[in-house]
């Protein structure tokens, strides 16, 4: 039964999300010229040693089903092994996948172990089985900014396939997420949103890709219809009909189109506003049939109620899907998307050009820093690297090699979510390498969980930092001008003491040893940045002795 709506909050819509609704086939992607940048590689190829890359804290709720895969690169054959899995869960000794369940809340201390040929190495893994999930940033791929809506089952299917062949999988990227364009009709046990007929079988799909060792995202909104113009999880009508589908403004596969108005305007966005009746709980049970463990709601102005309805219906599920909200957050309202989703974005829509990276990355993100943490994550939204396009204009990012850095660099150091945004089955050299550096992820997945925060700014260059749970510190210097720059640091600026060592994390090359007051300085190309680790952390001894002059 659906649920008739307790408040009502607008009739008419307010759209600030610039939702890119045309439903126009994706071109051609043979006469796409994909540059080659191959000059620009500073990612050193993955050792023939095993290196474990997997998250080294996960959560996951009593009873839920537990997938976590130990990630590793180094040559095949490897072998996985763990000490301390606790009763409940199993290890695949092939595949490294952990699954299972635990019932009881706590936290586990595991040693994980990847051995092959060439050695062995072990990370350790903290689980924590309670009410909080995403403890790190979910790392995965979306089909929004490279299908737009001429995303499909195969296409979504084959970006799972190319996220283990090109051997990503192998760094813990793990989210396959389809975004708008997958609603159909409501139907089925539960009168809940059935696939359209791109998607000629959802279980199928979620089975597939679960069975590659990945997990599977769906698309949805509280409003009656979407940004691209298919049914969400609201009705005008008790049986879950849909007036435009009743009045034939629809493509085959019930997308709706846009008529004219007596005087020939478009009548744009009829369907961008809240129902008078609910089917979450309908449209969540149908998503728990499908095995479905992420979730992005997207409407805008993000409201209270419709929020904490959709949390309350995944609350009850006894699976863990990832509540990624969708779009625009107000700030004012801050500590209720803390407090209710796993991530939340921040902003309008991204786009591959510098001006979107700028407003974005360093005019946007910095207030959200206070509210985002392990379980609930500011979503400065989805990379625009490689092949991109919405479906319609297919294209290779227009991020210089430069930009392409920053904008990897300042997601890893904001802590958001990484949701591939391109063509997976056309991934060139270049950007598998910005995807794939194990020491540019880890800062992102660092279990302490921390927004970076600026630490400088002025209209030529950004200096971020980000403490990391060892004690040491990422530093990222942006050239944030059209001219190449010096920047540097002095790292008891930071409060460091002692010998340290400065770590180029792109280049995973220790380029340094200098005392706290001796000043670092590097050469950044515009728009460029330079990504570094100072470390050790400051020793915990107690200091004794007569002062020095450090
Ligand atoms: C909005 C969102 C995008 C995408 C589209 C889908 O514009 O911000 O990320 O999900 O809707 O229609």
Redesign the pocket.
Known sequence: MPVMKKTFPISIAFIF?????SGLLAQSTQDIVIPDYSAYILTPPAPETPRINSAKVFGVRPGSPVMYNIAATGVRPMTFSAKGLPKGLTLDAKTGFIRGTLKTAGTYRITLYASNSKGRNERELRLEVGDKIALTPPMGWNS?NCW??AVSQEKVLASAKAMVEKGLINYGWSYINI???WQGKRGGKYNAIQSNRKFPDMKKLADDIHNMGLKFGI?CGPWVG???GHIGCESDNADGTYDWIKEGKHNENYKYVTPEDSLGNKVRKEHYHHGMYSFVNNDVKQWCDWDVDYL?Y?WNPNDYYDTKEMYDALKTQKRDIVYSL??SAPYADAPIWAHFTNCY?TT??IRDNWKSIYDIGFAGQDKWAAFSAPGHWADA??LVLGIVGWGRNMRYTGLTPDEQYTHMTLWAMLASPLLIGCDMSRLDPFTISLLCNAEVNDINQDPLGVHAFRYYHSSEYATYVKQLEDGSMAVAMFNISSKPMTIGFIPNRFGFRGKLKIRDLWRQKDVAEINPDERFDTNVNPHGVAFMKIYPGNSRERITGKPTSK
């Open positions: 999300g610039i939702g890119l609704t929004w737009g809506n975004d708008d364009g698309y979407t940004y691209a992005k997207d969708s779009n974005r309008g829509d939204d989805m």
